[in-house]
């Protein structure tokens, strides 16, 4: 496709139930961050990959947080046991590299009940 | 820690007048800088960008001031249109990842 895209689009799931969330990246595009975005607050970075460099973690709250890419395409990011505080809009991002815009998914909205 | 900073939540202008939107980033390190549009529901759309060798960078309405001084950037758009309503997010990269302002709501009252 064109643009960044991420599946699902909506996901509802039982707290402690593990969810996992994809993320297909514009074609050709290196770099890819993963952020999330709660409710009336502002867009906070989760983990970044570049190429083939080891991915930047620093902003996974918890180790229940993992995400993994494979090569330049597809990646997932991985929630286990959910927490209610793990709801959010979780929004994917890719660039051709650094110094250069990204582009946004439409994100996933989780819910955990 | 919070690199990037929006310190207005929102801001409300007339139509046909100036917005100003502003940004405060921390690190050093960080050598470009971006403004993302939001509207509900939606991902956020690029803007504009402007790298740390330039001051100033224009596209249309839309102009993105740098001050590396100050570490203050900011997004003037001119004239204003009931279509700007959105939230407004600042960015900046550095050698590795991107991270985001918590963005200004943005209203233009027709």
């Known amino acids: 496709g064109a643009g960044v895209s991420q599946s699902p689009s909506n996901k509802v799931t039982e707290k402690g139930k593990d969810v996992e969330l994809r993320c297909d990246p514009i074609?050709?595009?290196?770099?890819l961050y993963w952020y999330r975005q709660r409710l009336g607050q502002g867009l906070e970075f989760l983990i970044y990959f570049q190429g083939n460099s080891a991915p930047d973690k620093s902003g996974l709250p918890s180790d229940r947080f993992s995400a993994e890419r494979t090569g330049e395409s597809v990646s997932t990011l991985t929630i286990q046991r959910t927490q209610q505080e793990d709801s959010a809009v979780y929004l994917c991002?890719?660039?051709?590299?650094?110094?250069?815009?990204?582009?946004f998914g439409q994100g996933t909205r989780l819910t955990v009940v | 820690d919070q690199q990037v900073k929006q310190n207005s939540p929102s801001l409300s202008v007339q139509e046909g007048r100036i917005s100003i939107l502003n940004c405060d980033y921390t690190n050093s390190m960080f050598d470009y800088f971006l403004w993302y549009k939001k509207y509900p529901a939606e991902g956020p759309t690029f803007l504009i960008s402007i790298s740390s060798i330039k001051d100033k960078n224009e596209d249309g309405r839309f102009t993105v001031f740098l001050n590396k001084s100050a570490k203050h950037l900011s997004l003037h758009i001119v004239p204003s249109q009931p279509g700007d309503s959105a939230v407004y997010f600042c960015?900046?990269?550095?050698?590795?990842?991107?991270?985001f302002g918590a963005g200004t709501r943005l209203t233009v009252k027709p």
């Open positions: 991002a890719s660039s051709p590299g650094t110094g250069i815009a990204a582009f």
């Open positions: 074609s050709g595009h290196t770099a």
């Open positions: 960015a900046a990269s550095g050698p590795g990842d991107m991270r």
